[in-house]
């Protein structure tokens, strides 16, 4: 009898193990959820920025990066698509419903608010390259500019990464990208507080 509990107890510790590092890194479940929207002119694949997957049809990006792209192809992870606006904000972001079903899964959003220091991390497309590209850094604080709220981050951004999604270090969508402020090699990270309730 006492063999066989110790043979259990060695089971039961193999197999927590074991689930503990198939586990998904917060890297992996942000992956998981973001997508890369692109075009197509005159024959170049132009990725421009980037959404993250709400359920089969919805993706959640910035308002301004789907400004005039009704004349052009949609791609959404290089698979063309037909698209439409299902609602916005004030604050820059939209939400699309596409016809061509997701295949990736659907972005676990955050419940609670980050602190200054707090690490994010980012999947975007940074000036038009053509694949996801991770970036780290931390959350700076929030301020007024202009007379809007405006959340900061130290992370390296460029045109492109709008309408990605910031994470946290559990991989839970905090906001998206809308703004990118810098000069030269440094570059810090914008984005607004979600608004919907406006609508």
């Not at 970036?135 to 990605?164: C, I």
Request: charged share 20%.
């Amino acid at each position: 009898m006492k063999a066989k509990l110790v043979g259990l107890l060695v089971l039961a510790l193999a197999t927590t193990s074991c689930a503990t590092s198939m586990a998904a890194s917060p890297q992996e479940r942000a992956l998981a959820s973001v997508v890369s929207l692109s075009t197509v002119v005159e024959g170049v694949h132009v990725p421009f920025c980037g959404g993250a997957v709400l359920n089969e049809h919805e993706i959640l990006t910035a308002t301004h990066c789907m400004e005039g792209q009704e004349e052009l192809p949609l791609l959404v992870d290089g698979v063309a698509t037909d698209w439409s606006r299902v609602r916005k904000d004030e604050s820059d972001h939209l939400v699309i419903r596409v016809e061509t079903p997701l295949t990736k899964k659907p972005v676990k959003m955050a419940t609670k608010p980050l602190r200054a220091g707090d690490k994010v991390l980012v999947y975007g497309t940074p000036s038009g390259i053509p694949a996801l590209m991770y970036r780290e850094g931390a959350y700076a604080g929030r301020a007024q500019m202009y007379g809007r709220t405006v959340d900061y981050y130290a992370l390296q951004a460029w045109k492109g990464d709008s309408g990605s999604p910031v994470f946290n270090d559990k991989g839970e969508m905090v906001a998206t990208v809308s703004v990118v402020y810098g000069d030269g090699a440094f570059h810090l990270m914008g984005t607004f507080p979600y608004k919907w309730e406006s609508q």
